[in-house]
């Protein structure tokens, strides 16, 4: 693990010495990794983090967003985008339609903008790992934007390597992965997992059954399986 450490500080090294180092924080496992890894790396003073929130995030994930900026000293930025507010006019994301991206996506960039100078040397850094999915094996560990450059340091960890980062450092995981979620998103995402969906009708019903879309969610997903 320790060898793995020393590879990706070597490998922030190889980027040179950015001007501002923003993180970009989902409030994830993965995001957790390499928050932690830059404000270790180039100092909490140097480190802030960006969460993109689309009004239908768990409300867990932001409480759990305020924990992680008071942990690490850190600044972390909220962007909001209106996925909330889309729905009624776009539907429910699905697999083949995921429009939300796209707006999440907007919204960081904005808030990047807005928060960093336009001469300054940015360095934005991303939890993406090769395991994820076959479209992000196939993005480059650096990659150059318009006016920024993106990193993924740890995009070749396996899952178990970041469980373990996180258990060296006592970091605290959001509570959702101990609820029994493998990743995190939005609520209505058409990511989650069968598992997960009844993870959220067993254990979270209580905080969740008055969420905005919550109950045409599980119409569409499992009928007949949520409660009234």
């Known amino acids: ?28 496992k993965d995001s957790l990794v390499v928050l932690d890894l830059a404000v270790k790396h180039y100092g909490a003073e140097h480190v802030e983090a960006i969460y993109v929130d689309t009004g239908v995030d768990f409300p867990l ?14 600044t972390i930025h909220s962007a909001y985008t209106p996925v909330k507010e889309q729905l009624g006019i776009k ?34 850094i991303v939890g993406d790992r090769d395991t994820e999915s076959e479209t992000r094996s196939r993005k480059p560990p650096v990659r150059r934007r318009k006016w920024y450059l993106e990193a993924a340091p740890i995009k070749q960890w396996s899952t178990l390597m970041v469980q373990l980062y996180i258990k060296m450092y006592k970091l605290p995981p959001n509570p ?6 493998y990743r995190l ?44």
């Open 185 to 228: 998103g939005c609520y209505v995402c058409p990511a989650l997992t069968s598992l997960e969906r009844r993870v959220m009708i067993e254990k979270l019903w209580s905080h969740i059954h008055a969420l905005p879309w919550i109950n045409e969610y599980f119409d569409r997903h499992c009928p007949g399986t949520c409660p009234k």
């Open 176 to 181: 959702l992965y101990e609820a029994g979620f």
């Open 91 to 124: 539907g429910l994301p699905s697999k083949d339609n995921r429009w939300c991206t796209l707006l999440k996506t907007r919204a960081f960039k904005e808030k990047l903008r807005e928060i960093t100078g336009r001469d300054e040397k940015i360095l934005v």
């Open 1 to 28: 693990m320790l060898q793995h450490i020393n590879v990706v500080r070597r490998f922030l090294d190889s980027l040179g010495k950015p001007d501002r180092v923003v993180v970009s924080f989902s409030g994830g």
């Open 61 to 74: 994930t932001r409480d759990y967003v305020k924990l992680v900026e008071e942990k690490l000293g850190i």
